[in-house]
């Protein structure tokens, strides 16, 4: 709090709330049942998601494909 206000003064009051953001890529993915890549835009957490149960299985419950 300012010392105006009772406080100690410090720059506590400067102080901006912080943002957190998905860590999204556009990502061209190899689909092995389509035979084609898929270009998506995905978050890093998504990558490992695909890369553990698949490209396919993992976008078509995404709704993508």
Request: glycine share 10%; charged share 30%; aromatic share 6%.
């Amino acid at each position: 709090m300012a010392k105006k206000k009772g406080g100690v003064g410090r720059h506590v009051t400067k102080n901006v709330p912080r943002i957190f953001a998905p860590n999204l890529r556009q990502q061209r993915i190899w689909v092995p049942e389509l035979k084609k890549f898929v270009r998506i835009r995905v978050s890093a957490r998504g990558l490992k998601t695909i890369n553990k149960n698949g490209a396919y299985s993992a976008l078509k419950k995404a709704g993508i494909i």
